[in-house]
């Protein structure tokens, strides 16, 4: 079993940036691939970003890419998504999510675990 604890959402203006990070416990973390997605009211979870097990690759949702960036470090077993340039449109509770496989997937199903959420809310 792995625990994720999402943390950093919040309230920013267009062009602005945040950190989200997502801190693991439980079962190693070393050998979960994880992800990011993000829902907005009405629509469905969507896939924003993933990271393998070592970092060494990582995946992007084409809106995101060269904005965001995904990274992690498994010493203190935490995940971060680093947003810049926010625009309205990535206005969404975002969802950290941990699989049971070392290599990254962009599809939710593939997750087993999954954090509560964190609000960002970018206004124009």
């Known amino acids: 079993q792995v625990q994720l604890v999402e943390s950093g959402g919040g309230l920013v203006q267009t062009g602005g940036s945040l950190r989200l990070s997502c801190a693991a416990s439980?079962?190693?973390?070393?050998?979960?691939?994880m992800g990011w997605f993000r829902q907005s009211p009405g629509k469905e979870r969507e896939f924003v970003a993933a990271?393998?097990?070592?970092?060494?690759?990582?995946y992007y949702l084409d809106s995101v890419e060269g904005r965001f960036t995904i990274s992690r470090d498994n010493i203190k077993h935490t995940v971060y998504l680093q947003m810049n340039s926010l625009k309205p449109e990535d206005t969404a509770v975002y969802f950290c999510?941990?699989?049971?496989?070392?290599?990254?997937?962009?599809?939710?199903?593939?997750?087993?675990?999954w954090g509560q959420g964190t609000q960002v809310t970018v206004s124009s």
């Open positions: 999510a941990a699989r049971r496989d070392v290599a990254i997937s962009y599809t939710a199903r593939e997750y087993e675990y």
């Open positions: 439980g079962r190693t973390f070393l050998s979960n691939a």
């Open positions: 990271i393998s097990w070592s970092g060494g690759s990582t």
